[in-house]
Each structure stands twice: as C-alpha cells, then as structure tokens.
C-alpha cells in the first residue's frame, strides 16, 4: 500500500523560503511521478511540479524559477524547495503519487505580505 506524509509546511513572510518534504512508502521513486500539488482557500487544486522516474522535471508557469523539486531515492523522500515566496503561494500542498493516484494529508504554507 502507497503512503504518502508531507512535512515542512509553515508560515513565512513574503520572499523567504521553505522546503516541504514527501516521505514515501511502498513505491520506488525511481520508477514513478510524483508530484506537488496545492489548493488555495476556494481556488481549485492546481499541479506545481512533477518528477518523473527517470528524474526530468516540470513546473507550473507561476513558480519556474522559484520552486524546485527533487528526490533522495535512499530516503525515498521528494522535495520542493521554495524560495522567493508570495503570498499567492499561500495553500495546502499536497503530494501525489501518479500510478496509484494516492495522496498525502497535505501541508499548509502561509505566506503573509
């Protein structure tokens, strides 16, 4: 059974950074996508970045340049570095595992102006 726990969330001021991690369980991250998601408050959940399993990134339009994604395969863990943080990052943030569509309990990130 795929599991998923996302940590890291957290209130930051505008144009600080964060790094959110995606612990996962009973999936290989090299054979996978895995993806960040985020749902602001009314606003529909919307995809951030993904990583494929042979390691080829993407990125929503609003954080190129801003937010990174990356894994440790030993930890079986995904990351998404944040910097240059804007109050229109405000949202929970999700993990997902694409094969299996599982998802994690999410993380809010509040980025006050």
């Known amino acids: 059974q795929v599991q998923l726990v996302e940590s890291g969330g957290g209130l930051v001021q505008a144009g600080g950074s964060l790094r959110l991690s995606c612990a996962a369980r009973g999936i290989i991250l090299g054979l996978n996508t895995l993806g960040w998601y985020r749902q602001a408050p009314g606003k529909q959940r919307e995809l951030v970045a993904t990583?494929?399993?042979?390691?080829?990134?993407n990125y929503a339009d609003s954080v190129k340049g801003r937010f990174t994604i990356s894994r440790d395969i030993a930890k079986n863990t995904v990351y998404l570095q944040m910097n240059s943080l804007k109050p229109e990052d405000t949202a929970v943030y999700y993990c997902?595992?694409?094969?299996?569509?599982?998802w994690g309990q999410g993380t809010l990130v509040t980025v006050s102006s």
């Open positions: 990583i494929t399993g042979g390691g080829s990134t």
């Open positions: 997902n595992a694409r094969r299996t569509d599982t």
